[in-house]
């Protein structure tokens, strides 16, 4: 290794990473976006960790049907978590798109209201992102919800095509790229991994 890469190496590991003036926060928005696997998945990592520090949690599921007998639901509601899921499944199945609309904006009512009333320190909005890019309810209402939150109501939104309005609310902004995945080569879900 060349002296020019040992000095790279050794200020990597020495350098500290941290801002200065580092402050605490009341609550955080976190938005996990992109056309990457994980989304959902880093949202219920939030949720154990805000169990382990006791925090009451709801988990609200838009798209996602409750016909669906995933894995996180299983283990939330096992350990607590008060799950709804407003979703009727993937657009592309639907005999009714109004009434997956009508139901949508039901969801969103309900989500509304849990996040209002503080009852909970952590709501995540699983899959929210597509209801507002579809224009199923109203952008200015969520970020309006969102940034009028009780101050203690933590907040994480998951979802492909996160409109900018709520990536300039959140305080962090994953984006989950796709490198390669198994189901573009014919491999289906499988239960344990992919739910």
């Given amino acids: 290794m060349s002296d020019e890469a040992d000095i790279a190496t050794t200020d990597a590991l020495t350098d500290d990473p941290r801002p200065d003036g580092l402050?605490?926060?009341?609550?955080?928005?976190?938005?996990?976006?992109?056309?990457?696997?994980?989304?959902?998945?880093?949202?219920?990592?939030?949720?154990?960790?805000?169990?382990?520090?006791?925090?009451?949690?709801?988990?609200?599921?838009?798209?996602k049907s409750s016909d669906w007998k995933v894995g996180e639901e299983k283990i939330g509601r096992q350990l607590g978590v008060d799950w709804f899921a407003f979703g009727d499944g993937f657009t592309w199945d639907s005999d009714n798109l109004d009434n997956d609309i009508a139901h949508a904006r039901e969801g969103w009512a309900q989500a509304k209201m849990?996040?209002?009333?503080?009852?909970?320190?952590?709501v995540v909005l699983d899959e929210l992102t597509y209801l507002?890019?579809?224009?199923?309810?109203?952008?200015?209402?969520?970020?309006?919800?969102?940034?009028e939150r009780p101050v203690h109501v933590n907040i994480v939104v998951t979802g492909?095509?996160?409109?900018?309005?709520?990536?300039?609310?959140?305080?962090?902004?994953?984006?989950?790229?796709e490198i390669k995945h198994a189901y573009q080569q014919g491999i289906r879900a499988k239960r344990g991994i992919d739910y």
């Fill in 23 to 63: 402050r605490s926060a009341p609550s955080l928005v976190l938005v996990n976006t992109g056309n990457g696997k994980g989304k959902s998945s880093a949202a219920f990592g939030v949720m154990l960790r805000a169990l382990a520090a006791d925090w009451k949690v709801a988990i609200t599921q838009f798209i």
């Fill in 114 to 122: 849990l996040i209002a009333e503080g009852e909970y320190q952590l």
């Fill in 132 to 147: 507002c890019t579809w224009g199923w309810i109203d952008l200015d209402d969520v970020i309006a919800t969102i940034t």
């Fill in 160 to 177: 492909r095509d996160a409109p900018a309005e709520l990536i300039a609310i959140a305080d962090t902004v994953t984006e989950m790229t």
